[in-house]
């Protein structure tokens, strides 16, 4: 299979397989084992796509792109700077990203290329690191700046609020991870334009280390890195408002597409 959607229709949230740009082919069994199509088509304007996976953990890599390292101020890291998200931040395309009450003046944008762990990984060579990988899917690591950077001595609170971790629209299982040009819209602007070319530890290079650190179970996702052009590192400052519109694309996958809201808003 290619492209691998999760969604959810009459209360019933399902796997399948993209049959093409408008139609849905649903998988019965596991998409981490035994799966097969069961034969059904959906209209894709008949269901809700969700997150394309519910993730058993989320792992983060900091200052993964050269240019945003320096433009950070932040020297070149000597190896992969990890820190995790919560299961919770985890929300799908089209879904709202939610400015927190606690930290509403500070929000910015990150597009990520996203691994799914396919399969149980743990101390794995890199030459074979990519066979653990189910696919590819789009990421917003959203980030709190004055929580992250002034606020508190860690990233935890800033990375980690509820809908901090878009994912979608779909996992693609057939790409290049190494040369994807990837980039950020804001409001139709382009605000971030890069490659994973340019990623200073590739996929491959991310999957071993980290499972020499830890288990990577079925269903993990690591988020890769975000390249240069994030608001906070721009003269003005750009953080997201409500109202905004944030389009994640990667190429070979697709794009990202989620509305920025207040927090009051949401719980209307």
């Known amino acids: 299979m290619s492209r691998i959607a999760r969604f959810l229709k009459d209360g019933t949230v399902r796997y399948a397989q993209l049959q093409d740009a408008d139609s849905l082919q649903p998988i019965a069994g596991d998409i981490f084992g035994s799966w097969h199509l069961t034969g059904e088509t959906i209209p894709l304007n008949q269901v809700q796509l969700l997150a394309p996976v519910a993730p058993t953990n989320v792992i983060a890599i900091g200052l993964n792109y050269r240019a945003h390292a320096?433009?950070?101020?932040?020297?070149l890291p000597e190896r992969p700077v990890i820190?995790?998200?919560p299961t919770t931040a985890v929300c799908g395309p089209n879904d709202d990203i939610v400015l927190p009450q606690m930290a509403p003046d500070e929000v910015d944008y990150e597009c990520e290329l996203t691994i799914v762990i396919g399969k149980t990984a743990r101390r794995v060579q890199e030459d074979d690191a990519l066979d653990y990988a189910?696919?590819?899917?789009?990421?917003?690591?959203?980030?709190?700046?004055?929580c992250q950077l002034r606020l508190d001595a860690q990233w935890a609170r800033g990375k980690s609020f509820d809908t901090f971790a878009p994912i979608g629209p779909w996992i693609e299982t057939d790409m290049d991870p190494d040369n994807a040009p990837i980039r950020t819209r804001l409001n139709g602007e382009m605000m971030q334009e890069s490659n994973t070319k340019d990623l200073i530890f590739s996929c491959r290079e991310l999957i071993s280390y980290l499972s020499h650190c830890m288990t990577l179970l079925p269903g993990t996702i690591i988020m890769t890195g975000t390249p240069s052009g994030v608001g906070f590192a721009r003269k003005p400052p750009v953080f997201l408002r409500a109202g905004d519109v944030v389009e994640i694309e990667v190429e070979g996958i697709g794009v990202l597409r989620n509305r920025v809201?207040?927090?009051?808003?949401?719980a209307a």
């Open 70 to 75: 320096e433009e950070s101020n932040m020297p």
């Open 83 to 85: 820190f995790l998200k």
């Open 134 to 146: 189910l696919g590819y899917t789009c990421g917003h690591d959203v980030s709190a700046r004055d």
């Open 261 to 266: 809201v207040a927090e009051s808003d949401s």
